[in-house]
């Protein structure tokens, strides 16, 4: 399955995440895995 794990122009991430949380359509669990993908490139990069 392709994700995406990182949005950095669009937001649509933070206007619609809850909802799908509350939604069971997305697990805490591929969120926690999506930042431990994404936090070390952010922070080899120096973005964060």
């Known amino acids: 399955m392709r994700v995406c794990d990182m ?3 669009s937001y649509a991430y933070e ?7 509350d939604e ?6 591929q969120i926690d ?3 431990r993908r994404v936090s ?6 120096r973005i964060v």
């Open 7 to 9: 949005d950095m122009e």
């Open 15 to 21: 206007s619609s995440l809850y909802t799908l949380l």
């Open 24 to 29: 069971d359509k997305v697990d805490i669990e």
């Open 33 to 35: 895995d999506a930042v």
């Open 40 to 45: 070390p490139l952010k922070i080899s990069i």
